[in-house]
């Protein structure tokens, strides 16, 4: 029986047994700037063309507690028939949709990064208790109010739907801060300098606060008008701020002001200009479209790389803009694993941050590239550019996803993908197995490691005794070598610096293959009874139903 607060749904317990499947890199559709504006171009960015929830599991390996921001834009399941998105899941498949997700992407969050889910009402609450499940309740920051429209629709039905929601959630709030913001030219322009002060521009303040003389006695004492000589008490109800050793210094460092006259029944505090630029200003929680745009912004800036087909629903790049500065710095990595239009790769680009986005939709060729490519090239004159003082440079690699490892053949025997070839059979086996995958040509056995003296070795071979011996004696002593091989023949507990495992038996129970789409709730699905396996070598197929000797 449960016995905590949560958000329940028809299949939440159904949870999918992904495959970590490998990235393919196409260079064709890789883009790098023709002419470098920097020595320091970033290139390290990645643009993956698949299922979402496959690609996050992809990137766990290599990025797990790397991610500094994750902003995701996910469809909002208003039942509406977008062209580039189906946005009328069923509620639950919807939040199994989600949670699936957000599970792996706080795995990849690091320890001071956060969460940023653009949401609108429809499904915003859910979505809250579903987050304070899986990041923990503790780690809620705010939800922020995004002023969506520059003005109300007159044909709303009951209230004009003028804003999204931001949730916003840190990996851990006890180490998370958000950056400060750049203060405005509105906000400078109240300050003032009447007196002259060689400090520059300054603005005055409360001298007193909200505490009355019985709560804070230290604070009820009385203080001298340097221009009138007169004694002056504060209100027992609201004493000074400071007590007596902060004021004196207040005093010396001529911080005190008492009006044009000087003869102001209290005393105010001078604070510079110059001071509070340097950390900035605290960000609010709403946000309006006079600061961080509004949807027709955004429907202009896309217009600029596709105006035949724009996307229906971008996010303005001022918005990206606000959320990276206040959750990164330069050079941190950002990933959007819905990434529409691919605003967030154009902001984050422009402003020195690495990349990763995500796009299951045939708009990763027809937006995302043109976009990034004019990005790159510096002819994006719009959004923020003029903004951050972008002008060109930098890069991106584009991946897909590489098929199922493992794919039934018309007998319902689950056989090795065709696709794969011998250095993806390789990378694929290592992922699955937690080693990272890295090939050495001084030693063909060596296709990956997890540790300094612990390796793997593919292969679709059988190995016979002989084989192994040779094997072993190459690992040497203090050395450890993962064997991963169509069959062996000979004891598996003979030689101390070998594992054996036969290939089908070892994958074919670690997840579920053979889905590629993960947009709706894939239910676990049972996997085939029969033993046959089959493995790819020169020449075609061979069955490796044989019983190790």
């Given at each position: 029986m449960r016995q905590k607060l949560e958000l329940t749904w028809?299949?939440?317990?159904?949870?999918?047994?992904?495959?970590?499947?490998?990235?393919?890199?196409?260079?064709?559709?890789?883009?790098?700037?023709?002419?470098?504006?920097?020595?320091?171009?970033?290139?390290?960015?990645?643009?993956?063309?698949?299922?979402?929830?496959?690609?996050?599991?992809?990137?766990?390996?290599?990025?797990?507690?790397?991610?500094?921001?994750?902003?995701?834009?996910?469809?909002?399941?208003?039942?509406?028939?977008?062209?580039?998105?189906?946005?009328?899941?069923?509620?639950?498949?919807?939040?199994?949709?989600?949670?699936?997700?957000?599970?792996?992407?706080?795995?990849?969050?690091?320890?001071?990064?956060?969460?940023?889910?653009?949401?609108?009402?429809?499904?915003?609450?859910?979505?809250?208790?579903?987050?304070?499940?899986?990041?923990?309740?503790?780690?809620?920051?705010?939800?922020?109010?995004?002023?969506?429209?520059?003005?109300?629709?007159?044909?709303?039905?009951?209230?004009?739907?003028?804003?999204?929601?931001?949730?916003?959630?840190?990996?851990?709030?006890?180490?998370?801060?958000?950056?400060?913001?750049?203060?405005?030219q509105e906000q400078d322009e109240l300050y003032k300098n009447p007196d002259k002060d060689h400090r520059g521009a300054w603005m005055s303040d409360n001298y007193t606060c909200a505490k009355n003389a019985d709560e804070r006695p230290n604070l009820y004492y009385p203080i001298t008008n340097p221009n009138t000589g007169e004694e002056i008490w504060p209100k027992r109800t609201r004493v000074w701020a400071f007590d007596q050793s902060s004021h004196q210094k207040h005093v010396a460092d001529q911080m005190i002001y008492w009006g044009k006259d000087g003869k102001n029944s209290t005393p105010r505090l001078k604070k510079f200009l110059s001071k509070l630029k340097s950390p900035g200003r605290v960000a609010a929680t709403i946000w309006l479209h006079d600061e961080v745009g509004h949807n027709q912004d955004a429907n202009r800036e896309q217009q600029t790389f596709n105006a035949n087909d724009p996307f229906k629903t971008p996010k303005p790049e001022k918005l990206i803009h606000r959320i990276l500065t206040l959750a990164t710095n330069p050079g941190d990595i950002v990933l959007d694993s819905f990434a529409g239009s691919g605003t967030t790769g154009a902001v984050a680009h422009k402003m020195g941050r690495r990349w990763i986005m995500v796009e299951l939709g045939e708009h990763c060729h027809t937006h995302i590239i043109p976009r990034m490519r004019k990005v790159i090239d510096g002819e994006d004159k719009g959004g923020v550019t003029e903004a951050v003082g972008w002008e060109g440079g930098g890069g991106f690699r584009y991946f897909r996803l590489a098929p199922s490892l493992l794919q039934q053949d018309r007998w319902g025997n689950w056989v090795i993908n065709?696709?794969?070839?011998?250095?993806?059979?390789?990378?694929?086996?290592?992922?699955?197995?937690?080693?990272?995958?890295?090939?050495?040509?001084?030693?063909?056995?060596?296709?990956?490691?997890?540790?300094?003296?612990?390796?793997?070795?593919?292969?679709?071979?059988?190995?016979n005794a002989n084989q192994l011996q040779a094997l072993s004696e190459e690992v040497g002593e203090g050395r450890s070598l993962l064997v991963c091989c169509a069959a062996y023949r000979g004891s598996a507990d003979r030689f101390d610096n070998l594992t054996l495992k036969k290939i089908p038996k070892m994958v074919l129970s670690k997840c579920e293959w053979g889905h590629d789409d993960y947009s709706l709730n894939v239910e676990n699905l049972p996997m085939q009874q029969t033993p046959k396996v089959e493995l790819p070598r020169q020449g075609g197929l061979f069955s490796i139903e044989e019983e190790q000797t």
């Open positions: 028809i299949g939440k317990d159904a949870r999918p047994k992904l495959e970590p499947r490998i990235l393919l890199s196409d260079p064709k559709l890789s883009y790098h700037a023709k002419h470098r504006v920097s020595g320091d171009d970033i290139f390290d960015n990645q643009l993956i063309f698949g299922d979402n929830l496959l690609a996050l599991k992809a990137l766990e390996q290599d990025f797990s507690g790397k991610l500094k921001c994750v902003f995701i834009d996910p469809p909002y399941n208003t039942g509406s028939a977008f062209s580039h998105y189906d946005d009328g899941l069923e509620h639950s498949i919807w939040l199994g949709l989600m949670r699936d997700r957000l599970d792996v992407i706080r795995r990849l969050l690091s320890e001071n990064g956060s969460l940023w889910i653009t949401i609108d009402d429809n499904e915003a609450h859910y979505l809250k208790v579903l987050c304070d499940e899986v990041f923990g309740r503790v780690n809620f920051v705010a939800n922020v109010v995004w002023q969506k429209k520059y003005a109300p629709a007159n044909d709303a039905l009951w209230l004009s739907d003028s804003h999204d929601h931001i949730l916003v959630y840190a990996k851990n709030k006890e180490v998370w801060r958000p950056n400060k913001l750049p203060r405005t065709k696709e794969y070839n011998v250095e993806m059979l390789a990378a694929a086996i290592c992922k699955l197995e937690g080693f990272t995958y890295a090939p050495n040509d001084a030693h063909y056995w060596q296709h990956g490691y997890s540790t300094e003296t612990d390796f793997i070795y593919v292969t679709t071979q059988t190995l």
